[in-house]
Nanobody
Framework: QVQLVESGGGLVQPGDSLRLSCAAS????????SGWFRQAPGKEREFVAT????????DYADSAKGRFTIARDNAKNTVNLQMNSLKPEDAAVYYC??????????WGQGTQVTVSS
């Protein structure tokens, strides 16, 4: 089974950057499509970015386009999310997940991102 651990969250000010990392144990990330999701208080969990097994196909939520970058680091068996120009509305718990048979089956515990001045 896949075990996922997110890291890199923290408290930042608007306009700052933050890099989240999702480390996998067990099967390699290259075996699965991967993604980042977030959930803010009072909001439903929402898609942020996904990346295919090969890393070729990448999708972003409209809110993330132009500011966030998802990438694989196969040597370290991680999937990272670089977040730039952070806004208060980006504050949420960020989760990484991997997909099997079209379902987001495995999830990490989440890492808190707070954006406040």
């Amino acid at each position: 089974q896949v075990q996922l651990v997110e890291s890199g969250g923290g408290l930042v000010q608007p306009g700052d950057s933050l890099r989240l990392s999702c480390a996998a144990s067990g099967p390699a990330f290259t075996n699965y499509a991967s993604g980042w999701f977030r959930q803010a208080p009072g909001k439903e969990r929402e898609f942020v970015a996904t990346i295919s097994k090969s890393g070729v196909i990448i999708d972003y939520a409209d809110s993330a386009k132009g500011r966030f970058t998802i990438a694989r680091d196969n040597a370290k068996n991680t999937v990272n999310l670089q977040m730039n120009s952070l806004k208060p509305e980006d504050a949420a718990v960020y989760y990484c997940a991997v997909s099997t048979m079209g379902s987001w089956r495995y999830w990490g515990q989440g890492t808190q991102v707070t954006v406040s001045s």
